[in-house]
């Protein structure tokens, strides 16, 4: 089957008996013509590669403009000198997100999800989790057919690309994918993972893509920050038993609506928000040299 | 689009489009060319010639020349790696009419000197859109398996390479054909579903009519025989 809609997911799930990332599982199985082996081992190596990018972060790289590079290392200090406000667990997220978005600034290699710009959310909640409960590989894969599955959906219906909805159907999504993914990492019910996503996205709805310069730097690297924390409380709040108002699949069409009102100086195009700001002007005047207007 | 698409590509950054998707355009030109390149001018168009330094895009475009993948780590230190190849690039902007804001033409001339010139765009999420071949119109991504045939513009010639696809149990997923003028040469553009041995390409280039045979593989799956799921 192909993945239109959450509810059709959780149809299927009904109906066969199937968990929601077995659904998934074989959703791709059957569009790739692929095996059940094909496609587990596929999904490791991408866990595999975020593992790596997170492995190889030394906070030493800077990006070609100089703007990211290094504040991953500085929230990571920080978070081991047990000072910050947000506690283990939130605080390494942090590190994680900024650490793995200025990864992918600095041109070392990453897993977009969804997106390059988005890389740093999906493995910020789930890298600094394998510390603190007893996940297995399984598991941990499990979850990631959870979000690749709710990502899909969104790219479905709403768009995924910052140029077509702005940074909402980016960091938005991500944080979306995210939330479901550890809903499921602690054997949620379908239920919840539906109120995890629309929570996440409806709290980062009418994000605007605003890159200073045209750059996947500012303010992509922090925004991570907040997609990934914003995945945690979602998937806090469905597992404590609070709901969306809106179902999820309603979400997703208003995130796409959204986007798709959204002035085109707010979707990529570097020409409104924080692009368009003196320094963000400046930025660029610096990075492009001087244009005629 | 695919859970891979949503979850992937494994890539360096920063931008799938800009990055990743310039990268493949790169690979896809050397392997249509079908040599190794020796010098490339390269035209950057709309967003691709704005934005290009920042997100590396002439970097990736070379790396791909050089027949780097997107996640290949050498990216970065591309123009360093040509030098070493023995590879000249320069690159320019031009203004196409109607083409997507991610755009280039590249101009490659391999060791041997043969050329080819490739227009292609990058489509988002790093999946490429090949929009011309030697200036005729084409429009295949690299999804799939790919035989780009020149050949006579004449009677048959289409029948006798699509019987040859049936005898081989080669299914057709797409086809076009395009010619320059009656009686010219054409170009015949077919995705497939199986893969394409060598000998079956080179068993086509010589039936009467076809000038060139190219042929594009697509990405194997990775080996799963050592793979198991229990060990997990």
Known sequence: MSLDSMSQIFEEMERSGLQFWEVVLASDMEERQVTRAESIAKMLTVWRAMQDAADSYTGRSRSVSGLVGGDGMKMRQYSIRGQAMSGGYVSEVIAEALSMAESNACMRRIVAAPTAGACGVLPAVLLPLCKYEELTQHQILEALYVASGIGSVIAYRAGISGAAGGCQAEIGSAAAMAAGALVALRRGTKEQIGHAVAMALKNLMGLACDPVAGLVEVPCVKRNVIGAVDAVSAADMALAGVESRIPVDEVIDAMGEVGRRLPVELRETALGGLAATPTGRAVKKRLHGPRPE | ?232
């Open chain 2, 1 to 232: 689009m695919n859970i891979f698409d949503i979850l992937g590509p494994v890539m360096v950054g920063p931008s799938s489009s800009h990055t990743a998707g310039a990268a493949r355009i790169g690979a896809m030109a050397r392997t249509l060319l079908g040599e190794e390149p020796a010098e490339a001018k390269l035209h950057l168009h709309g967003s691709f010639a704005e934005s290009g330094p920042g997100h590396g895009t002439d970097r990736a475009l070379v790396a791909g020349l050089l027949g780097m993948k997107p996640d290949d780590l050498r990216i970065p230190n591309a123009f360093a790696e040509a030098e070493k190849a023995g590879l000249s690039y320069a690159f320019d902007t031009v203004d196409l009419r109607d083409a997507h804001p991610n755009t280039v033409v590249i101009e490659v001339t391999g060791r041997s000197g043969r050329t080819l010139e490739l227009q292609a765009s990058s489509v988002g999420g790093g999946r490429i859109l090949v929009t011309k071949v030697d200036g005729v119109d084409v429009g295949f991504t690299g999804e799939y398996n790919t035989l780009i045939i020149r050949n006579q513009d004449e009677n048959g010639v289409v029948a006798a390479v699509t019987t040859i696809l049936n005898q081989l149990r080669i299914n057709v997923a797409n086809m076009s054909l395009c010619r320059s003028r009656r009686g010219g040469s054409a170009l015949m553009v077919i995705e497939t579903d199986q893969h394409i041995k060598p000998h079956q390409v080179s068993f086509m280039s010589d039936l009467e009519g076809i000038l060139s045979v190219i042929y594009y593989d697509k990405e194997e799956e990775d080996d799963v025989s050592g793979f198991d799921e229990s060990n997990l």
